[in-house]
């Protein structure tokens, strides 16, 4: 059976087709057994899906939507509205950055003696480093040559 | 609208949002309760878990009254929140990765809060002749491909036509037939090789 005459019978079965259609598909079941079996094995499939009966919703639910939507918190917060608009989310970025510099401007020396101070330190521990690194390498070639 | 029966004198949804939009709790509340069952119905089905429907309901109602001012009288309202209920689903499934979907089944112990029958059957044996064929159907739609499971469940459980379901999903309807159409072939496949394993 091609796709076409499938998809005509599957029409039928959810009352997708017209009047006219359905009258012509039903006088051509009536003599087709092929297509007889087919729309049966069909109907059979689709009525075989079942699943639970649903319950009825309880009535505090409705009172509690509208308790939510009248005085709760506005459907935004709840995750579904629209996103922020452009102003307020670049709003919050220029905050973000703004807040970052300030850290940063905090956690750094203010005094910039104190850094020049700091950096004179690290500059002489660097220079004891190499002539202790030079001294010891000099030694060595010394007992080479010996 | 189907399933969602309404007198003469009732209000529409729109009417009703309208009235939501202008600060009538009461007006809200009656929307709620006309859709609440199959709007928590839909995500069940979706996310296999009533306490998550029920979250995920109250959220859709939520979006839907912080959005009753901006909203456009536009086909049916109901259909706008379906589309937002699927896709509010979907993303929670996405979001935890849930491997266990592909039995709508989030953990040990929804699955049997799921599959325990509503009204307490008395008769054992139909008892457990009715779990044994849903957990065959959660099995079989769980096995699907994403797009055609929720194409299946929005036209096998909710009875939608392909018209709706194509405007809840963004699709054209020949792109909900087609899918329908394929998962129907997989739960073919599904129950013939289930078949084969029962015979050998």
């Known amino acids: 059976m091609d796709r076409k005459t499938e998809q005509q019978l599957l029409r039928l079965l959810v009352g997708e087709l017209s009047d006219e259609a359905a009258q012509n598909l039903r006088l051509r079941l009536e003599n087709e057994s092929e297509l007889q079996h087919a729309f049966t094995v069909l109907q059979e499939r689709w009525q075989t899906l079942e699943l639970p009966p649903l319950e009825t919703v309880h009535p505090s639910f409705t009172s509690r ?31 973000l950055a ?20 700091w950096s004179a330190i690290e500059q002489t521990q ?21 | 609208m189907p399933n969602v029966l309404l007198d003469d004198t009732s209000e529409s949804d ?26 928590v119905g839909l995500c069940q089905r979706l996310l296999g878990d009533r306490e998550e429907a029920l979250d995920a309901a109250q959220e859709v109602f939520l979006k839907t009254y912080g959005k009753a001012g901006s909203l456009q009288p536009n086909g049916e309202l109901f259909t706008w929140m379906y589309r937002v209920a699927t896709n509010h689903c979907l993303n929670r499934i996405r979001r935890r990765k849930l491997a266990q979907f592909l039995s709508l089944t989030p953990d040990p112990g929804a699955e049997a809060a799921s599959l325990e029958p509503v009204d307490n059957a008395p008769d054992a044996l139909a008892t457990l002749e ?3 064929r849903w957990r065959q159907t959660l099995e079989a739609i769980g096995a699907l491909p994403e797009s055609q499971r929720v194409v299946l469940i929005l036209a096998r459980f909710e009875g939608l036509p392909y018209r709706q379901i194509g405007e809840i999903l963004g699709i054209s309807e020949g792109a909900v037939e ?23």
């Open chain 2, 178 to 200: 087609s899918r329908l159409f394929r998962a129907m072939r997989h739960l073919k496949g599904a129950q013939e090789s289930a078949s084969l394993g029962v015979s050998r």
């Open chain 1, 126 to 146: 660097a220079e004891v480093y190499w002539e202790t690194l030079s001294a010891s390498s000099d030694n060595l070639v010394r007992e080479d040559l010996r």
């Open chain 2, 14 to 39: 729109w009417q009703l949002l309208s009235r939501t939009a202008e600060g009538e709790e009461d007006a809200f509340r009656q929307l709620v309760e006309r859709h609440q069952d199959r709007l």
């Open chain 1, 65 to 95: 939507v509208v308790r939510q939507a009248v005085t709760g918190p506005s459907f935004e917060a709840a995750g579904l509205g629209r996103s922020s608009p452009l102003w307020a989310r670049a709003t919050a970025a220029v905050a």
């Open chain 2, 130 to 132: 009715s779990r044994r």
């Open chain 1, 98 to 117: 703004g807040g970052i510099l300030v850290g940063v401007l905090l956690a750094s020396p203010s005094d910039t003696d104190e850094w020049a101070g």
